[in-house]
């Protein structure tokens, strides 16, 4: 761990689609079921713990921003993929534009890195955005910073935009927050565009949102730009470039069922999108009939789950799946034999 104020960034991550994390903010707020247990948060306790760092004595809603720990991705040499504000949402609304600007000032210097960027608030992110010239806000932030890293004499300055090492992504739970969320990812201006849909809980089809446009509703096809169906705007030719698919983890994680796995990824196949598989969860298939250490098994239908301690049977008659808690290490990652770590080029 580096920095000024205690705990604040790492070099390398447990989070298997990222390889360090960098948190110029930490702190933040739930807004839809995909916070419900979130596992910064539960961290956050963790971390406070330990004593003498900046989570010490501060509640996890209070979001504050940490200008010492801005140089960090500055100072490592070797490129690497680095997830922002693992604790934290760098679009939160107690965030200000002129922080935010310096974030991506970083990133424009950084140029040996790839940020990627997460966020459930795509809202306030478009309205960043669209709330002035921003490269030349952002670029005029790295020119004053370069004044304090002279190794960086002409980084950044000439860096297309938007950046090309910073990756845009939201994250969403069900077909609601995918079909709110992604319109607005699609709208706003990113070399990568990426969806990180954990935790998982319902099936998702990202190849009919329901789309709220001036002129009505209609349904998109986020994954693949059809020019002979007619679409255009608002979104032009955007479509989002890779998949991130993960059940929940924790004492009170839900359960993933299979086939919503199985339903991204054929989707990102069918369409050529890069499809990475994080990890089930704490549940797992019970083709084996045992409920594992925790004695439990979960009964998952697309209308909710319901706990039993013994095997249900029948419950194909439900249309449901039967699964086991065994935890997120005996559960894995494994999908139909293989793990997917599939990257945008």
Known sequence: MHGTGGIAVSD???IEWTEATWNPVTGCSKVSQGCKNCYAERDWGRLSKIGGNVYTGRAFTDVMCHP???DQPLRWKKPRRIFV???????HESVPDSFIDKVFAVMALAERHTFQVLTKRPARMLSYFLSGPKEHTV???AWEMLGHYPKYPNAGMKAPWPLPNVWLGVSVEDQATADERIPLLLDTPSAVRWISAEPLLESVDLTDLTVSLPDGV??????????????CAPYGSATIDWIVVGGESGPNARPMRPDWVRSL???????????FFKQWGEWSNAGSQRPGASGMFAVVSDNGFWLTTNYPRPFNSFGSSVLSRIGKKAAGRMLDGRTWDEYPK
């Open 139 to 141: 670029k005029g932030e």
């Open 85 to 91: 504000n693992s604790m934290s949402d760098l679009f």
């Open 68 to 70: 010492e720990r801005l």
């Open 12 to 14: 390398k991550s447990g």
């Open 265 to 275: 990824r054929d989707q990102c196949q069918a369409s050529g999108v890069p499809f």
């Open 218 to 231: 209609a349904q998109w096809n986020a994954l693949h730009f059809d020019n002979d169906r007619g679409d």
